[in-house]
């Protein structure tokens, strides 16, 4: 029989997770930049940077850390599955880890910026 | 950037040729290269150094504070005209005069819905948003007459919501401004 | 031999189309079967299109030469911000659902959707509302600002007629198709497919699909709750949009582009799946790079959320902002250059042939290409700073829109056509209209790049001569008529392959995805059995499994108690878990749309008081839809053919239905959370905060609310439990239903006592509207609770069929966990009020 058993529905969410995790560090750093711009965080100086500048970096790096996670954990499973016989399961998994890699460089690229742009000008 | 678009553009439509015409000259590339290569490689370093680019540019045309604060003139934008204010004095004119060879920070406001100031020959455009205060930063290399219009739809009146902006040489300002002024109390 | 098996086929045929068939006359207004509803979607968004398609010829009439007094600034007004609307709301949305609707079921090896009353429901809703946008346009009161709708122009002070409710209302109605279309589509592509159908097998068309309704369900509530919000105002006074009292302009925009640019690729992604599923037809070969597609198309489906600020780069948002969205516009380039090169290696890699859905798949190579390179363009803050706002972006959107989905629709009408007339397509008239198309396009659009770049902004309804606008813009509009033309003689084309084309008998194209397994045109069951997929489902023998599936070979080869059935799958892997029995034809859908539409209308018009009446009427319809779903009694385990037994979906652990609401209730949750988004924007951004008055409820009452609330939500789980125990859920639901109804009460005395007047500050306006999103909800707890009294009361419940109280206790907890965080967002607000007090 070419039936193969049940699986539960979150090995679906890891073709997801990647990107949920770039939405997420999306929406913190655009959320973080808007309200510090309001409460003039660019304007304290913290040593060389900014409060403001340095806050979204240090978010920047949490996102990356995050994004790196999934690559690490998609890639464990995809290795954990390969080879088990199964068409479905390297087939999911490996999706799911190019997925995380795609994140994770549109991670660094969309939200790089933080590193070298204006902040609230 | 339009010669870039250009030759993108003449590269994909040459290999949807060849793939049409001469399969076979294509063939020994492989899917994983196709993928890579084109999907990838191509459009990640085209768009590298057109980001970069755009953020240079950026970062040399938004209106941050300078250590010589530019001229501030006022754009306020009502349906469906606009007034054009100075720092010196209440009085407004409906044409915009502004200097040459220096920049000047144009302060757009609304009185009721929004409105864009545009000036196509000197910048960019920016919106005027009720309740807030928005600054563009233009600068007029020669003297002369330019046309501005509004940008964003703003009701029956948008299409002839057109005005007019003046750059007089540097010298010449102040005596153009009073002028204009007379004239708009007259 | 051959000839019982014959005669057994046809025996199969009769028994199953006495179930399944639609009976002609007034009866077909009750239809729920997919192909004829997928077919009517297309019809009447073909029909929307063409009336679009007029609004444009008006346009370019108008501007074909300078200081034209064609149509004043009133009408023109009208008919720009009515071509937008037409077009996207009413012609690309409910052309592809129409697509969805009609292919799905056939491409996945099912015999219908998932859900078939509620695609009728869609229907209806989409013709009604779409009709209430037509008739104002003919009696003049057209939406006249724009088809974005930007406040304060569509506020009741600038716009104080009907001509800004007529669009919120009108559009509002037509989401609700849009909503049903996107949960249909998810679920069916979820759960039913044909057995071993995995998720690796899937045609990529489906795959598309199934991205582009995920899309929707997070995409359309922004939207919904702007519409919803500008209602209020307009309606109520209540201001949220409004500078002066603490609202602002801008989060109408947000809300807007939150919903409109995820919205361009909804438009594009099921497009691109008809051309991925076209290309490899006419290229003998099956689809390269599968999987780096289905990794491509999730990628845009992310990334199509973090851009919607490009459409707002002069608004005066910071450069560090404006860079967030510029790069993640360009990054989209990436996954669509990869779909584009996955083509091209499928085409080199086969051995192409030529045809008419060809050449329509080089027009939208053409054309999309650089539609995509100008938007990249686009994409950069400064150069989008000159040319937003300018015909530039009206030349870009049109290559985008009309390159990647007009040009793919009719690949994708000329392909599958024949399915649906069961003829072939004759060449003589399709080549040169496609070339009229295809020259008038770039004729009329190509010169707009450059009007655009000569200075000339949007939404003008006239241009002075002069300003090097003049032959540019007679260019134009001389190529729209061409354009026009190309769709004139397409329509011709279309009526007589229907009257003229050559009969045959299945799959002409030597296709290898199942829809073309099916005699053509297709029977009203789809399949006389369901096939077993080994294998990747494009690259099957629909020639062989065609005949062994219309001897009933397969799956659910026969007729049981007159039951519409179809099998679920287990989501990834294609083991069938249940067979679901789907509802017959009902006039039900029809009956609710026009309570519905009879709400909007009484909205429309301002008998606020009477529009309860109507309102009251859907639930009471809603609820009587249930009348003829569930079984009295236990089944166990089903004979489906093929040495496999499995449960009703009744029975089932996870049938459609359930999906269903938690699809929706993740919809509702977007919209939730958008309300949230708007409340921290308008604090953090409109001017005139903090408010004068602030909420002071004290912690006693919105305490004891999330108590009830909470209470509710446990008592339902207690409920479930007991009934999977073997009783006693009864008393427990009817006090979940009594917690229920102490939130509503605490909530409405909040409401009326703590809060101050919601029309004074927006503060108070949302603080207003999150309390009431709450009590609407534990009010729907009320009848969700005791709609689980009733049933159990009529013995449709039992300890295996559980499914009624298992959807109320979804219900319940989202309930209490949207509760909760209101409550808290309520207390909460006026203490980061305070602080922000010195902030600004």
Redesign the interface.
Known sequence: MILSERVPASRLMWLLAGFIVWSIAFVALYSVLSVGCVFGWDQVHFGPVSVQRAVLVALLGVSLAAGWWVVRITAERRRAAGGAGLVLRPFMETAAWMAAWAALASTLFSLGPVLFLTACH | MFWGSAALFVLVGALYALAWFRPAALARVSVGQWLVGGGLVMPSIVLVGLVGAAFVLGERLIPRPLEDPPLRVYAQAYQWDWRFGYDDDEATTSELHIPVGQPVDVVVTTEDVIHSFWVPRLAGKIDAIPGHENVLRIEADRPGAYRGVCAEFCGNGHTTMRFTLIAHAPEDYAAALAEARAEASR | MSERHETNAIRLHRELDAIWHTPPGLQRLAAVNHTILGRRFIIAAFVFFSIGGILSMLIRAQLATPNTAFVG??VY?QIFTMHGTVMMFLFAIPMFEGFAIYLLPKLLGARDLAFPRLTALGFYCYIFGGSILIVAMLFGVAPD??WFM?T??SSS??TPGINADVWLLGITFVEISAIAAAVEITVTILKLRA??M???RMPIFAWYLLVTAGMMLIGFPPLILGSILLELERAFDLPFFD??RGG???LWQHLFWLFGHPEVYIIFLPAAGAVSTIIPVFARREL??Y??I???I??V???S??LWVHHMF???I???????F???S??V???T??????W??T??????RFDVPMLYI?GF??VF??GG??G??LA???????V???YFVVAHLHYVLVGGFVFPMLAAAYYWLPHVTGRLTMHKISVPAFWLIFIGFNMTFFMMHLTGLR?M???????PSG?GWDWLNLLSSIGGFILTMGFALILVDIILQFRFGKPYRRNPWSARTLEWAQPNPPPSYNFAALP?V?RRADTLDPHAIGNELAAGKGYLGFSRNGWQETLGV????????QTIILPNRTFLPLWTAIAIGLFVLCLLFKFYWLSLVPLGLTLVLCLAWTNVTGLKHDHGELDVGGDLSVPPHYEAD?PPSWWGMVLLLACNGTLYASLIFAV?FLW?????WPPAELLETGLVLPLLTAIALVGAALLSRMAVSANAEGGGALPLLLASAGAHVVSVGLLLYLINTALPEPTGHAYAATAFVTLAYTAIHSALGVVFALYGVWRIMNGFVSARRSLDLRIGRLWHDYTALTGLTGIALVLIMPLIVAIQGG??
Request: charged letters at 10%; a negative charge.
């Open positions: 600034p009133e007004n600002s724009g930007y304060p122009l002070t600038y057995p071993g995995s998720l690796d500078p002066t602002d302009s801008l390269m790079g999987r780096a289905i990794v491509a999730i990628a489906a992310f990334l959320f973090g002069t608004v005066g910071p450069h560090l902002a404006l860079a967030f510029s790069a993640a360009a990054l380039a990436i996954p250059a990869v779909q584009i090169f996955a091209l290696a085409l080199a890699h086969g051995k192409p080089f190579l053409f290409v650089l390179l100008t990249v363009m950069m803050v400064p150069f989008n700073w000159q937003h706002d300018s200075g902004p949007r939404r003008v309804h006239t241009y300003v077993l080994d287990d989501m990834t892997t294609g083991r069938p878990d996870g921290f953090l951004v409109a001017p005139g902030g600004q």
